[in-house]
């Protein structure tokens, strides 16, 4: 079945370095979800992405879908230790509607 | 005050049991899901339902058991057969089993089994 691969699994950086997470698909996906969870809570939503290119911005977090909307990133400009926790994206699973987790990026900051 | 409840936060048991985690939501949602959750490996779908009295497995099914007798409840029974049960287990729900559509989770539950 469809997979989403996510990476880098884990990144830990310094505060104030940038960090992003990238998601891949082998096939087309009609629209990927981004969520977090923070160190022993629940993954709660960020973001959705629909269309072929598009982009979106929530304060420092940049969202982006690939123009085959087979990929997607999610990109932290000057990272704080609020941003600390686990980065899901998520996306549909071949006209099913079930939606297919990558395995997240754990992030860690440094303070 | 809208959301996801499962009790509880903390479950242990012994080997050969059965144990029913609980799952209610209170945001007149059709659709809830099952994950479960293991260090390294993402999220996987355990059993999902659409709708009241109607639920499909998802990719990791065996020894686990569920039921929708009602919108609001979506428990889930981790039974013997159930080979390694020891995990952090995920309950959630979206408006209707689309992927468009954002799901929320409850706090979880972790399962201890020794």
């Known amino acids: 079945g469809q997979q989403v691969m996510q990476i880098p699994q884990y990144q830990h950086v310094q505060e104030g370095e940038d960090f992003t997470t990238y998601c891949n698909s082998s096939?087309?996906?009609?629209?990927i979800q981004w969520y977090k969870q923070r160190p022993g809570g629940h993954p709660v939503f960020l973001i959705q992405?629909?269309?072929?290119?598009e982009v979106k911005k929530q304060k420092r977090l940049t969202f982006q879908f690939g123009e085959a909307k087979k990929n997607s990133s999610l990109h932290i400009t000057a990272t704080q230790t609020t941003d600390v926790g686990t980065y899901f994206c998520?996306?549909?699973?071949?006209?099913?509607?079930?939606?297919?987790f990558g395995k997240g990026t754990k992030l860690t900051v440094n303070p | 005050d809208g959301g996801i409840t499962q009790s509880p936060k903390y479950l242990f048991r012994k080997e050969g049991q059965n144990v029913t985690l609980s799952c209610e939501q209170n945001?007149?949602?059709?659709?809830m899901y099952w994950y479960r959750q293991d260090p390294g490996q993402g999220l996987r779908l355990i059993y999902y339902?659409?709708?009241?009295?109607?639920?499909q497995k998802g990719d990791i099914a065996e020894g686990y058991s569920v039921s929708r007798e009602k919108k609001e409840s979506f428990p889930l029974t981790v039974t013997s057969a159930q080979k390694n049960p020891t995990a952090f287990y995920l309950c959630?729900?979206?408006?209707?089993?689309?992927?468009?559509?954002?799901?929320?989770f409850g706090p979880g539950t972790r399962l201890t089994v020794t």
């Open positions: 992405l629909v269309k072929s290119g």
């Open positions: 998520a996306g549909e699973q071949g006209g099913s509607e079930k939606l297919v």
């Open positions: 945001l007149n949602h059709d659709a």
């Open positions: 339902s659409q709708i009241v009295n109607d639920f």
């Open positions: 096939t087309t996906l009609s629209n």
């Open positions: 959630a729900s979206s408006k209707r089993m689309r992927s468009s559509y954002e799901q929320y």
